[in-house]
């Protein structure tokens, strides 16, 4: 069974992942930065009712990013 690849912003609340890359170079930096390093798990923690902002749980606390940055990290369902 092959593994699914999905965009961060596509994770249902409570769904978690591993980090794979980025699809965007220039924000790779930016996003390591915050934790969310290849390989890292990382975990769907709450939607904002309008959908945007989200909040994921990375590397040990909660981060907050808008649906257009996580559309840039590619991550795998476990």
């Known amino acids: 069974m092959s593994k699914e690849i999905l965009t961060l912003d596509k994770l249902k609340l409570g769904e978690a992942a591993i980090v794979i890359s980025f699809n ?8 390591m930065e915050m934790g969310c390093t290849p ?4 975990k769907m923690e709450s939607i904002a009712p309008l959908g945007d902002p989200i909040a994921v749980i ?4 909660k981060l907050s990013m808008r649906k257009t940055e996580a559309a840039l990290i590619n991550v795998e369902r476990i």
Do not use: P, R, W
């Not at 990375?58 to 606390?61: A, L, N, T």
């Open 58 to 61: 990375v590397s040990g606390y």
């Open 39 to 42: 390989g890292q798990k990382i």
């Open 24 to 31: 965007d170079e220039e924000n790779a930096l930016k996003f």
